[in-house]
């Protein structure tokens, strides 16, 4: 461990959690890292590290190793988006950095916690190129309401604020691997060279990105909902008007081909039926994903404002300040001067 110097910030309390740590003694030596790191910064931190029941016996010797250490056993199998869930919900800092001895390594952890402490913000680790996906996967993720780009890595640092609302949001899951995009999440981005010494994409991530994007899709739901009632109630319109049409042509008509009439009002009348079911059944939806949602209360992410109550209260209010001395009695030795 280094030794402690005299800059230490001993005004916020710091949480680093790792998903995963390598039972390895690269892992260890990565952990003692970012303990050093961490005091020579830092007076009060903890280190938060989750590891299966398989793995728990074997980083239990971190506790002879790494100090401020908290080691979480979790449920075999459990995914990687929960753990960053239990990292959350665990976690006693005023910042929280999520992070794997994989990247910790290759990420300034320190500079990205300060900056996400003094600017509010959620600070995103970034390599600095991306793939040929790399648009159709952030126009999915704008579309989904996130941040989304194939340059991301896992480190991603929260400050306590924004880490409680996005743990209750119902998509928390997505919310605490990529930042959302609201007026009131300043998002902060931490380019790390591609010359750091990465490790390439394996096959486990590839299947992990293939479950983001299925994620992404099912979080579109409720704007496919709403495209999809007012589509179906164009359909349901058009299909009645083409029901009067039909009716038109039978009246003024005097030539029609056999068939026609009965075909095509079986056709717009099922189409009608169609849409206006289709109609009722996502509005009925979209008002159930409505009242599930919670209630955050960010509605208001500022306020400027000319009104001054305080300095009225002076003015408005009959009340006198009596700027005399107070009376205060006087001494006992004046007392006994004045009566000689």
């Known amino acids: 461990m280094t030794k402690k110097t005299t800059n230490q910030r001993d005004d916020i309390l710091v ?20 303990a050093a790191e961490l005091d020579q910064r830092f007076r009060y931190w903890e280190i938060i ?40 919900v665990q976690a006693i800092g005023d910042v929280l950095a999520i992070t794997t001895s994989a990247e910790a390594d290759h990420v300034d952890l320190i500079t990205m916690i300060e900056t996400s ?10 390599r600095e190129k991306g793939n040929l996906l790399d648009p159709v996967i952030g126009a999915l993720g704008k579309a989904s309401g996130f941040h989304v780009s194939s340059r991301d890595l896992q480190t ?10 996005l743990a209750s949001r119902p998509d928390k899951g997505l ?16 380019t790390v060279k591609t010359q750091t010494g990465l490790q390439k994409r394996s096959l486990h991530d590839t299947r992990r990105r293939l479950s983001i994007i299925q994620k992404l899709i099912v979080n579109l739901a409720p704007r496919v909902l709403s495209y999809l009632s007012v589509l179906s109630a164009i359909v349901a319109f058009v299909a ?26 079986i056709l717009s009348g099922t189409a009608a039926f169609l849409g206006m079911a289709v109609f009722c059944l996502s509005s009925g939806l979209q008002m159930i994903i409505e009242l599930l949602l919670p209630d955050h209360g960010r509605d208001v992410i500022g306020e400027s404002s000319s009104v001054d109550l305080f300095s009225d209260v002076m003015t408005e209010l009959n009340v006198d300040l009596d ?13 006994v001067h004045e009566a000689k």
């Open 15 to 34: 949480s680093v959690g790792l998903t995963e740590a390598l039972p390895t003694q690269k892992g260890f030596d990565a952990l003692q890292g970012i």
């Open 49 to 88: 590290v989750l590891a299966d029941p398989k793995e728990h016996d074997a980083l239990s010797a971190l506790f002879g190793i790494v100090p401020n250490l908290r080691l979480l056993k979790v449920r075999t199998g459990t995914s990687h988006y929960r753990r960053r869930i239990v990292l959350a």
């Open 240 to 265: 009645i008007l083409f029901v009067f049409y039909v009716f038109g042509v039978w009246m003024f008509m005097e030539t029609i081909q056999p068939g026609w009439i009965t075909t095509s009002l």
């Open 117 to 126: 402490v003094d600017e509010t913000g959620i600070v995103v680790s970034r």
């Open 156 to 165: 991603v640092v929260y400050p306590r604020a924004l880490l409680d609302t």
């Open 323 to 335: 700027m005399v001395e107070p009376e205060v009695a006087p001494p006992v030795a004046d007392k």
């Open 175 to 190: 919310a605490l691997r990529f930042a959302p995009r609201d007026a009131f999440v300043n998002v902060i981005e931490s």
